[in-house]
């Protein structure tokens, strides 16, 4: 299964600390995305990190790409409660092909 | 910009009756859209991919039979469960890209459609 997967499945973190989610991922990629869900609702694309990319930021967001582990990890820093919700990484294959495979998903507590 | 509607938001239906769902590119014209579902706290599997004006590519192990997909116009796909069962019940997601505004693959996604079948 190309499916990435995700680490931790779950993780609760106080207001004002920093939260990490790592993504691994099996073949060649052209770019990897991380999106935000909320619960019982849709995604929202939170940064897109092209595989000749190392770091990305964007706000609180840190990517980071590590093609040789193929692994990513996101950091989001100063979490604020209304980062609650689950995030997932989605990698887009070499190929040209536009399908992108979400991983399994981290769920983000944050709690006040 | 890049807005992505979804029709209805929530959906009850009898077993053995048939349930559409449209998804709309508000503001842009997509180039692709793709259907996807997802079980309680489980990630998003893709059903298909379709293009305007051609058939959809179904992922293996989606019933086209089931899933009628339908992709009349550049802003507007429909994805249409025939005879559904409980076992559909599930979130259905649709996302919408488009080659102008972004060339990385970027997906716009919809709010979803909760489907229950009864």
């Known amino acids: 299964s190309q499916q990435g997967e995700e680490d931790p499945q779950a993780l609760s973190i106080q207001e004002g600390e920093n939260a990490t989610m790592n993504c691994s991922y099996k073949?060649?990629?052209?770019?990897l995305q991380w999106y935000r869900q909320n619960s019982g609702r849709g995604l929202v694309h939170l940064i897109l990190?092209?595989?000749?990319?190392r770091e990305k930021h964007s706000g609180r967001l840190r990517v980071t790409l590590d093609t040789s582990k193929k692994s990513s990890s996101l950091l989001i820093t100063a979490s604020r409660a209304a980062d609650t919700a689950s995030y997932f990484c989605?990698?887009?294959?070499?190929?040209?092909?536009?399908?992108?495979?979400f991983g399994t998903g981290t769920k983000l507590q944050v709690i006040p | 910009g890049a807005v992505v509607s979804q029709h209805p938001s929530r959906v009850i239906c009898k077993s053995g009756t048939s349930v559409k769902i449209e998804c709309r590119s508000l503001?842009?014209?997509?180039?692709?859209m793709f259907w996807y579902r997802q079980f309680p706290k489980q990630s998003l599997m893709l059903m298909a991919t379709?293009?305007?004006?051609?058939?959809?590519?179904?992922e293996q192990g989606v019933e086209k039979d089931k899933f009628l997909i339908n992709h009349a116009s550049l802003t507007l796909s429909t994805l249409t469960v025939t005879s559904a069962h409980p076992e559909d019940s599930s979130f259905y997601i649709c996302?919408?890209?488009?080659?102008?505004?972004?060339?990385?693959?970027?997906?716009?996604f919809g709010p979803g459609t909760r489907l229950t079948v009864l």
């Open positions: 996302s919408a890209t488009s080659s102008r505004l972004s060339s990385y693959n970027e997906q716009f």
């Open positions: 073949t060649s990629i052209n770019n």
């Open positions: 990190i092209r595989s000749n990319e």
């Open positions: 989605a990698t887009a294959h070499s190929g040209g092909y536009q399908k992108v495979t």
């Open positions: 503001d842009f014209q997509a180039t692709t």
């Open positions: 379709s293009n305007e004006g051609s058939k959809a590519t179904y």
